[in-house]
């Protein structure tokens, strides 16, 4: 019978190993290390040439300078000019190559993203790879009804609780808006009070209109122990859409980043084109007229403050050309969002890109294959913050807490996989090999197996990997159902103590705060 | 409201131009083609440097030289004496380097593994990426009741027959073993038949012991039109796991491909080995002595026939070292296989992995983020063949229907990924970009939309891509579900005529043949 491979039976025979090495796991449980963390080296895969890349780019110059952008605000006009941009013909905002380079050399190739624990600093930049959250569904896939209903202030502060725990994801950016508060600005407040609540991780916030800026960094200065603080550590980066494809300013976006950067804090500047609709269909276009975009917004922030620490996010969105609509899953966002990662890191700025957004609205096999799919390119390609990575749904319009435990998973994987190989003598064990195949005749339980047991496996926590009896038995759980004890176990935990009592006291003293203390 | 990207809502303003697309792909429906058929251009992805590939290979050749392989039965050292190899001091089956590149330079570099409908020829080689299935499950997973069962040789017809529907499996080889039929000869006779009543695409099967062979021929040359047609355009591969890990070859696999060769047809040479159980823990110790193991397998191969069409068939697998146990998926697993393909590329062999292998019993999302990773990685290093990419659950030791179908569509993806960019004046599009933004201001419709439409976009036919509304309204409905009907739909047809009536009645007059033509 030996014709064909019996794998699982065969590794099956080595059962007393693996009790032994269960065992010895056990032992030293509290000093194993996570063999893949946030951060891995990434730029195995490269999707574009490298001339490819160059044209690309090329293009993009070509069209700052000549094409431009519209929808200028005055005020930004002057910046610009003063910076050195010129208007075309058409009067439209435009810069040349030289100084679109200069401004790129002027700004910060690596930087610190503070979290307000120190031991979730981020030091962004170079190939290293961090996925993390963003998003602003305005529906939950609640977890009782599986079923989407309108996200509440409640949801914001529960998915910071939960993302918090995950520790794949290496900052917090909201994924929801309270779609319960009215007032754009307190909404914003109560985004920023639900956020710091909720994670002592570097988070990431969006604003609705400028005017919310000042009352949120007053916020962020109580919580980090008093005025002027929050510019000395900023734990919250901007998430800011400046442009309106194709090749125009938003005029809201350019008023909050002329506020924004007064206070120090990092801009993640995104351009959210989506091919077919607001930028060409065929994708090196896509890339050229977005790369194009993702300039202008840097050009723009530097026309306010030069030097800004800005994360070049261009996001290659897709709608599905059937019906129009916006499509967050497929081969071609994969490749999209990796060659955007590639770009970046040619321009040498700390770059991010958006993958994992499931156009499946069930927690079920398509979410999971979507989501890896542009996840694992993405990182792969080196991108260095990976944004909307856990808990998107629904193209974007949803949000679900088993799917961001799940894909927490999902990310340890695939930064395993971005991990890759060490190829040394150690590694390659020439005479290890000789060894255990003249004396054992297996490697099971050997001193280079267990060391490698705890050096380089991971472990998945939640992937059931018992066989099809055992599976049966246990209730043939899926992953929807499993996500979901874990998601009730973190959020049922006691609230943390990331704000102290004094600064909520003076929070709520100060502001509206929706969020009642006893849902906490 | 500028301040946070409006993704879904932007793109949702252009149902209009979305009907028009519509309209318009329904008028060219029948002339649209696969914008990413199997056959995709890999290799973008390299996670093994040219550097280690060369030292991971130069430790293969010196095991190979130095340690060689055990259990050599007495008529293959002849064979592969007189072909080279010599004995080392412990009497080891032992091939020098240059020998085994010899063989290397001798071994077909790209040739044709035949359809029997010659519409599914596929031309394996060079950096070409088939994905097709590969198996030997032992249960089913149950339409109706979801839990498995036994597998039965009705299984085997019926995923041949899904198979040949899914447009994404290049070639379709058997995935489970019919447990209904104790004899082992008859029950390779049986999967003979139910593989070739079953598809026209070009099949692999294995063999219990040599013996099934001579009547398995006899059975494919029924089939092809009579004696020693088969041999002319051999349309199954041998699937053949000749070695046991450590460096010892299996008997019964020895005396099969002794056999096979006789018959002209391809073998696909797999080897096995578990990191951590047979083999080494660490990746790259890993690679060198399945790699040595694939080499020793064509080395054998070569004993009884120079130049024969090998498949080189790494398939580094992995046991989960807590338990002992085979898993199928992770991070390991995946980056060995796609080093294995680079591996193979390198030596420029036809080249075999495996991937997709969930461990996941669930259609669920634990199955997609499983299959999506080690099949995405695999594909985009470049393998040419990876084998175990559809259907395949619970650690190998299952197989479903409803799976296969959905990974179909995975696979789908994954080869658009692969696909990657086109950049040429036409795709990056200056003139347009300035036209569009200058004129309409989008680029729903537009004549270069339409044709990247048509050309460079793949449309899922199981993923949900509606709103969260409309599926709730339509019954929330999950993957799975979704799947079951497709299954269902291609079950319930009519058996296709791919074996004649004269040829099926020929083959059960001389056959015992289990399948009752009332259930095909």
Redesign the interface.
């Known amino acids: 019978?030996?014709?064909?491979?019996?794998?699982?039976e065969?590794?099956?025979s080595?059962?007393?190993?693996?009790r032994a090495?269960?065992h010895k796991?056990r032992q030293t449980a509290g000093a194993i290390p996570h063999p893949?963390p946030p951060g891995q080296q990434g730029g195995?895969?490269?999707?574009?040439t490298q001339q490819?890349i160059i044209?690309?780019t090329d293009?993009a110059f070509?069209?700052l300078e000549?094409?431009g952008m519209?929808e200028v605000p005055d005020y930004l006009e002057e910046a610009a000019l003063a910076l050195g941009g010129h208007l075309n013909s058409?009067g439209r905002l435009c810069f040349k190559r030289a100084l679109v380079e200069e401004i790129i050399e002027g700004t910060p190739k690596e930087f610190t993203l503070h979290g307000r624990d120190p031991k979730h600093d981020l030091h962004v930049g170079g190939r290293r790879v961090y996925y993390g959250t963003a998003g602003?569904a305005v529906?939950t896939l609640d977890i009782e009804t599986?079923?989407?209903r309108a996200s509440t202030v409640e949801d914001c502060y529960n998915f910071a609780k939960l993302g918090d725990k995950l520790e794949n994801l290496a900052w917090f950016s909201r994924t929801c808006v309270g779609t319960d508060i009215e007032d754009?600005i307190e909404a914003d407040i109560n985004q920023a009070y639900a956020l710091t609540s909720g994670t002592s991780k570097h988070i990431g916030t969006?604003?609705?209109?400028a005017e919310s800026v000042a009352p949120c960094m007053e916020l962020f200065d109580i919580v980090a122990g008093g005025p002027g603080k929050f510019a000395e550590k900023p734990f919250c980066k901007c998430?800011?859409?400046?442009i309106?494809s194709?090749?125009r300013y938003?005029?809201?976006?350019v008023a909050?980043a002329r506020e924004i950067v007064k206070y120090n804090m990092p801009i993640n500047a995104?351009v959210?084109a989506?091919a077919?609709?607001?930028?060409?269909?065929?994708?090196?276009?896509m890339l050229?007229?977005t790369t194009a975009e993702a300039l202008a917004a840097l050009m723009m922030i530097n026309s306010f403050s030069r030097g800004h620490q800005v994360i070049f996010s261009n996001?290659p969105?897709?709608?599905?050309?059937?019906?129009?609509?916006?499509?967050g899953?497929?081969?071609?966002i994969?490749?999209l969002n990796a060659?955007a990662a590639q770009i970046a890191n040619h321009l040498g700025l700390v770059g991010g890109v958006a993958t994992s957004m499931a156009?499946?609205?069930?927690?079920?096999?398509?979410?999971?294959?979507?989501?890896?799919?542009s996840a694992?390119?993405a990182g792969?390609a080196g991108a260095n913050m990976v944004y909307e990575s856990a808990g998107m749904m629904?193209?974007?319009?949803?949000v679900s807490f088993e799917?961001m435990t799940?894909d927490n998973e999902?990310l340890?994987?695939?930064?395993?996989?971005?991990?890759?190989?060490?190829?040394?003598d150690?590694?390659?064990?020439?005479d290890?090999?000789?060894k255990?195949?003249?004396n054992e005749?297996?490697?099971?339980g050997g001193e280079?197996?267990m060391?490698?047991?705890l050096r380089?496996?991971?472990?998945?926590k939640?992937?059931?990997?018992?066989?099809?009896?055992i599976?049966?038995e246990s209730g043939?759980?899926?992953?929807?159902g499993t996500?979901k004890i874990k998601v009730k176990e973190i959020l049922s935990a006691p609230r943390e103590d990331y704000v102290s009592a004094e600064a909520d006291a003076a929070i709520r003293e100060r502001f509206n705060i929706y969020l009642s203390p006893e849902v906490m």
Request: proline residues 5%; contains cysteine; glycine residues 10%.
């Open positions: 019978m030996g014709a064909h491979y019996m794998a699982p065969q590794a099956r080595g059962r007393g190993a693996g090495a269960r796991q893949c195995a895969y490269q999707p574009l490819e044209t690309i293009n070509r069209l000549n094409l519209g058409d602003a529906q599986e079923l989407y754009i969006s604003f609705n209109v998430h800011l859409t400046s309106l194709p090749m938003g005029e809201d976006a909050i995104i959210a989506q077919g609709a607001t930028a060409p269909a065929p994708l090196a276009g050229v007229q996001w969105f897709v709608v599905d050309l059937r019906t129009g609509s916006f499509t899953s497929g081969g071609e994969s490749v060659g156009d499946a609205k069930a927690v079920d096999a398509q979410m999971g294959a979507e989501k890896t799919l694992a390119a792969l629904a193209s974007l319009l949803g799917a799940l999902m340890a994987n695939i930064q395993r996989t971005i991990r890759g190989f060490e190829v040394n150690d590694t390659l064990g020439y290890a090999i000789v255990h195949v003249m005749g297996h490697f099971l280079q197996t060391g490698a047991m380089d496996y991971y472990y998945p939640l992937a059931n990997r018992d066989n099809p009896t599976w049966a043939a759980p899926d992953a929807w996500a």
